[in-house]
């Protein structure tokens, strides 16, 4: 039986790490087979060229560079794990992929989506998830949920201006009317039960009781 491929998509602070954490907990008491992964790395080459990507002393770096780099990672990222895990029967839960990179290096960085699809679209030999969760948040509230959290990552990303959040969410809603069949929104304002069991329900739909 192959695997199921869900992706957790969203800007930053939307509360994806912590979803994570709720369904992962259901899905063991339910005994469902998975494994749960992140973009960029997921792999020791994948976490490398992450280190590069997120590094807040890169601030210089072209955003045709940073495209190129996230698809690298991404590649990396299938062919070692991502795609043996779905061949053997196990679903995949990854916090971030290809979405990720048509709202921020499509959208917000001024490439193109269509640009930045197709590039992904060859790394990826065409490989689109089963369902993807698009965690929806007013970046002013997940930028001061960074603020709050003294043990979270905070990266290069995250200290763009405020216009460049806003951009990336709405390309993200973008992608929602692009792909309204495979991307689904959560509304990541409420509070964190809410959130996680709202995205508990949607994979469930997805993956039944596959173990």
């Given at each position: 039986m192959k695997g199921k491929f869900i992706t957790l998509e969203g800007g930053e602070g939307s509360g994806k790490s912590s979803a994570l954490e709720y369904v992962k907990r259901k899905l063991d008491e339910d005994g469902v087979r998975y494994i749960l992964t992140r973009e960029p790395g997921g792999t020791p080459i994948s976490e490398e060229i992450r280190s590069?990507?997120?590094?807040?002393?890169?601030?210089g770096m072209d955003p045709m560079t940073e495209a190129l780099l996230y698809a690298a990672s991404?590649?990396?990222?299938?062919?070692?794990?991502?795609?043996?895990?779905?061949?053997?029967?196990?679903?995949v839960i990854s916090d971030r992929f290809l979405d990720s990179s048509l709202a921020y290096q499509g959208g917000a960085r001024g490439l193109g989506i269509e640009k930045v699809y197709a590039l992904n679209q060859y790394a990826t030999d065409g490989l689109l998830p089963d369902l993807t969760l698009l965690f929806d948040l007013d970046p002013e509230k997940g930028l001061e949920r960074i603020g709050e959290n003294a043990d979270r990552e905070v990266?290069?990303?995250?200290?763009?201006?405020?216009?460049f959040h806003k951009a990336v969410r709405s390309h993200f809603l973008k992608l929602k009317e692009m792909f309204p069949e495979r991307?689904?929104?959560?509304?990541?304002?409420?509070?964190?039960?809410?959130?996680?069991?709202?995205?508990y329900r949607?994979?469930?739909?997805?993956?039944?009781n596959n173990r």
């Open positions: 590069v990507i997120l590094d807040k002393a890169n601030t991404r590649r990396q990222h299938l062919v070692s794990k991502v795609i043996p895990a779905l061949e053997e029967g196990t679903n990266n290069r990303l995250d200290l763009e201006k405020l216009s991307i689904h929104v959560i509304d990541a304002s409420k509070s964190r039960e809410e959130v996680g069991e709202a995205a949607e994979i469930k739909k997805v993956i039944g």
